[in-house]
C-alpha cells in the first residue's frame, strides 16, 4: 500500500504552491506507507524529480521536497513491496529519456515479462520495482502514437495486477493521466485545478467534490477539465459521480470508518488480493520450497497473532504434505534452539518483522546453523534483513493494535507455500495444487462477501456478549488457531475472558465452568469429518446450557445444533483462516465499542514490541 497524489493547476488557483499542495497531502497519506517519498514537477517544459528514502518530514529537511516548482506536480509516499526502500526504488519513475513520470500504487503482475520486452528494445532500468515499467511501456508507444493519452491507455491494457496510477508528461504539460484497478483512487475538483489522490484526507483542504474512481476507469485531469472513460467502453459522464463530502479531516483518516480496526477488518480483501497477485510470481516462494525440501527438522516461530498463522501453517503442512514441524511461542525459543542445527529450517512469522521476541529466536537458531524463511508484511524491516528468505504479504501499515488483515493474508501466504512445498514434493499433482491455487486466489472475493454478509450480524449479536465475562473459542484440526485468534481479538480489545483449546479437551476440565448462558462458539470448518466430530463437542456443551455460536459454512449439517450462526459461503476448508476469521474480529471489534472500548488503542498493549 502506498499514498499518490496529484494537483494541476492555472497560475495562482491553488491555496498554495502546488508543490506545497502536493507535499501536505504527502504528509496526510503518511499512514499509507513512510519508507521513502519523492515528488515531480513539469517545470518550464522539463521533467523535475525529488526523491529519496526515509521519512517525508526527514525528506522535505534533506531534499527540500515542497521546492518543487510547477503547475503539475504528483506526489507519492511509498510502502514497499518489489524492491526494498532506497533512493533509486522510491517513486516517481521515469522513461528513459526523461519525458514521463509515474507514480504507482498497486502491484504489477506482469511486470517481469514486460521488463524483458522493454530491455530488449533498448530501455534502460534503474530501479528494482515493478512501477518502472510504466514510464518505459509509456516511452515505447509514445513512439508509435505520438499522442500520450492513446500511449498510457495502451499501456494499462498491457499490464495485469492492481493499480492506482498516475503520470505526467513534458509532451503533455496541463495534465495528468490516471488509472485505476484494485487500488483506490479520488479526484477532487477545484476552481481552476483539480487533484488525484489515494484518499480523500489529502484533498480535504482544497475541495469537498469528489469522484470516487471506479475500477476500469482511466482518463486525465487538466486544470478546468476531467475526462474519464472505462476501458474498452468509451467515455463517461463523470457529473453524474460527484459527491460533496462532509466528514472533517480526521474522520476522514479512517476514511469515514470509525476506527482504523473496522477499516482494517474492510481492507481485507484488497490486500488478499494483493498478496495472492504478489505471490504468483514471487521467487521468494521457490527459494523457501527448496529450503524446505533440504531441510531436516522444519521449525515454525512467532508471537501472538502471528504464531496462530504459524500454528496453522504448521497444520496444513501436516494434514496436506504429511510432514510434522515444531510450532512454538518465540520466546520459548531456549528450549527448542538446542535441538536445532545445521541443515534445519525455521519459518518466522512477524508483521512488523521487528518483534524482539521473533527477532531473538531468529538468532539464536541461526547461530547454530539454522536457514531461515521470514514471512513479513514490512520490506527490509530485522526479520527479512537477516532471514535467508522472504515471503511478503502486502496487506498495507496497519495502524489498529489488534491484528487483523495481516492475519488473514499470512495465512493465505503460508497456505501458498505449502501447497507448493506438497507439489514439489509429489503429495499434491500439478493439477491439484492448481485446484488450491485456484480457491486461494478467490479469498479476496470470498473475504468481501463474508464481510458484507456477517457485519450486521456481529453487531447484533455483540449487544448480548458485551454483557458476558468469559467465553470458550472451540474447534478442531484446521480450525483450532482461528478459534485461537478469534479468542485473542475478544479478550485483548472487548476485555472478556475468552479461552481457546481443541475441542475434545472440554471433558478434561474446561466444560466444568460451563453453566447456563455461558457464550460457546465454535468454528465449524466446511469439511465433513471436522464437522462429525464437533457434533459431539457442541452436544456436550449444550447440555450444561451454553449458548452456542456457530461459524459454519451455509451447508452445514450442524446448523440446528447452533443459537447463533455466522454464515460462510461454501467454500473450501483450505480457507478456514480468511473466510472464518472476519466475523470474529467483528464481534470482537463491536463488542469493544458497546463495552465503550478504544478498539485501536487496547490497554496495556503495544503494537510491535521491540522488547523481551
Ligand atoms: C504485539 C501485537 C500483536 C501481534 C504481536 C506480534 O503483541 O499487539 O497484535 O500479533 O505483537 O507482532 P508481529 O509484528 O511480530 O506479527
Not at 531468529?362 to 524463511?373: M, T, W
Amino acid at each position: 500500500m502506498c499514498g499518490i497524489i496529484g494537483v494541476v493547476s492555472l497560475p495562482g488557483k491553488t491555496p498554495y504552491r502546488p508543490g506545497v499542495v502536493v507535499f501536505r497531502g504527502l504528509k496526510r497519506l503518511e499512514y499509507r506507507g513512510y519508507d521513502s517519498a519523492g515528488v515531480a514537477a513539469i517545470y518550464n517544459g522539463r521533467l523535475i524529480v525529488l526523491k529519496g528514502k526515509g521519512k517525508i518530514d526527514e525528506l522535505e529537511r534533506k531534499i527540500g521536497l515542497s521546492s518543487i516548482e510547477g503547475l503539475t506536480v504528483i506526489g507519492h509516499t511509498r510502502w514497499a513491496t518489489h524492491g526494498a526502500p532506497s533512493d533509486i526504488n522510491a517513486h516517481p519513475h521515469t522513461d528513459c529519456s526523461g519525458s514521463f513520470a509515474v507514480v504507482h500504487n498497486g502491484i504489477i503482475q506482469n511486470y517481469r515479462e514486460l521488463k524483458e520486452m522493454l530491455i530488449e528494445r533498448g530501455h534502460r532500468f534503474r530501479s528494482a520495482t515493478d512501477t518502472e515499467v510504466i514510464p518505459h511501456l509509456v516511452e515505447e508507444l509514445y513512439k508509435s502514437t505520438g499522442d500520450v493519452y492513446e500511449a498510457f491507455r495502451r499501456a494499462i491494457s498491457m499490464i495485469d495486477g492492481s493499480y492506482a496510477v498516475i503520470l505526467i508528461s513534458t509532451y503533455e504539460p496541463g495534465k495528468i493521466f490516471f488509472a485505476k484497478k484494485d487500488s483506490p483512487l479520488i479526484i477532487g475538483l477545484g476552481d481552476g485545478f483539480n487533484l488525484l489522490a489515494s484518499d480523500i484526507p489529502a484533498l480535504l483542504e482544497y475541495t469537498r467534490r469528489i469522484i470516487t474512481v471506479r475500477d476500469g476507469w482511466i482518463g486525465y485531469v487538466s486544470p478546468s477539465n476531467v475526462f474519464i472513460e472505462e476501458l474498452g467502453r468509451g467515455a463517461i459522464d463523470w457529473s453524474r459521480y460527484i459527491r460533496v463530502v462532509e466528514w472533517s479531516l480526521e474522520d476522514a483518516t479512517k476514511s469515514g470508518y470509525p476506527h482504523f480496526m473496522l477499516k482494517e477488518i474492510h481492507e481485507q480483501p484488497r490486500a488478499l488480493r494483493e498478496t495472492y497477485y504478489g505471490l504468483i510470481d514471487d521467487p521468494a516462494v521457490g527459494e523457501a520450497v527448496k529450503l524446505l525440501l533440504d531441510a531436516d527438522k522444519i521449525y515454525v516461530t512467532a508471537a501472538g497473532t502471528s504464531y496462530h498463522a504459524g500454528y496453522y501453517y504448521s497444520l496444513l503442512l501436516a494434514y496436506m504434505a504429511g510432514r510434522i514441524s515444531s510450532p512454538f511461542i518465540a520466546s520459548e525459543y531456549e528450549v527448542y534452539e538446542k535441538t536445532s542445527g545445521e541443515g534445519d529450517v525455521l519459518i518466522v512469522i512477524s508483521q512488523s518483522g521487528e518483534t524482539m521476541d521473533s527477532l531473538k529466536a531468529l538468532r539464536a537458531f541461526k547461530e547454530r546453523g539454522v536457514r531461515v524463511i521470514a514471512v513479513s508484511n514490512v520490506v527490509d524491516s530485522a526479520i527479512p534483513r537477516e532471514s535467508d528468505v522472504t515471503i511478503y504479504t502486502r496487506a498495507g501499515p496497519e495502524i489498529g493494535v489488534a491484528a487483523t488483515k495481516t492475519f488473514t493474508t499470512q495465512t493465505l501466504a503460508l497456505s501458498w507455500l505449502v501447497v507448493s512445498y506438497a507439489e514439489a514434493t509429489g503429495k499434491l499433482t500439478r493439477s491439484e495444487a492448481e485446484e488450491y491455487r485456484k480457491w486461494l486466489g478467490s479469498s479476496g472475493d470470498l473475504a468481501a462477501r463474508i464481510i458484507a454478509s456477517n457485519e450486521t450480524y456481529a453487531l447484533k449479536l455483540s449487544e448480548w456478549m458485551a454483557g458476558r465475562g468469559n467465553a470458550y473459542y472451540l474447534s478442531r484440526g484446521i480450525g483450532v488457531p482461528v478459534a485461537m485468534e478469534g479468542a485473542l481479538k475478544l479478550k485483548e480489545i472487548a476485555y472478556i475472558h475468552a479461552e481457546s483449546y481443541p475441542a475434545g479437551e472440554s471433558k478434561h476440565g474446561p466444560i466444568a465452568l460451563v453453566e447456563p448462558d455461558y457464550p460457546v462458539l465454535f468454528v465449524i470448518p466446511q469439511h465433513r469429518e471436522l464437522e462429525k466430530l464437533l457434533l459431539g463437542n457442541i452436544q456436550e456443551m449444550k447440555a450444561r446450557g451454553a449458548v452456542i455460536i456457530g461459524v459454519a459454512p451455509e451447508d452445514t449439517v450442524l446448523k440446528d445444533q447452533l443459537d447463533y450462526w455466522f454464515k460462510i459461503p461454501s467454500s473450501h476448508w483450505i480457507l478456514t483462516p480468511i473466510t472464518h476469521t472476519p466475523p470474529l474480529q467483528l464481534l470482537a471489534y463491536h463488542t469493544a465499542v458497546r463495552r465503550g472500548y478504544d478498539p485501536d488503542k487496547p490497554r496495556n498493549l503495544a503494537k510491535t514490541v521491540t522488547v523481551e
